[in-house]
């Protein structure tokens, strides 16, 4: 009786002490913010979603595993959030994957420290493959 009390209390604690990955994603677009919902289902991460960097210059909000990041955004460009993000000690070493429409994101990403691209449209498959290469560890 005392093994199978155990083997369940270690199961849960566990489970409680299991770590949802955090994504965070600036996107000013409402259609775009509710498809990363559904493509970042809630019980695989924990998603955040922000229309403008504003919040990411007060450094208000909580570290994420990954940041999403779209290069057009209204206001300010994404790359701008990017360069900042890699110039921060608590944020350098976090992976920042770009999109855009714009086919030549790459260069430009890259130069802000971007660690990967995504042109737009996208296979929701692609970016869901890109982000578990970055989270899985």
Do not use: W
């Not at 489970?15 to 000013?28: P, S, Y």
């Not at 559904?38 to 019980?43: A, H, L, P, Q, S």
């Amino acid at each position: 009786m005392k093994a199978q009390y155990f083997i369940l209390h270690c199961l849960t604690t566990t489970h409680k002490n299991f770590k949802m990955k955090r994504i965070l994603i600036v996107d000013d677009d409402p259609g775009v913010q509710d498809a990363y919902k559904f493509i970042f289902n809630r019980d695989k991460y924990e998603v955040a979603i922000y229309a403008n960097g504003t919040e990411i210059f007060k450094n208000n909000y909580l570290l994420p595993d990954l940041f999403i990041l779209d290069k057009q955004l209204s206001g300010i460009d994404g790359l701008d959030i990017c360069s900042f993000l890699k110039k921060q000690n608590e944020t350098k070493n976090i992976p920042v994957i770009m999109l855009s429409a714009s086919p030549n994101l790459g260069k430009f990403a890259k130069s802000a420290g971007a660690d990967n691209t995504l042109e737009k449209p996208f296979h929701i498959k692609e970016l869901r493959a890109m982000v578990e290469r970055y989270l899985i560890n």
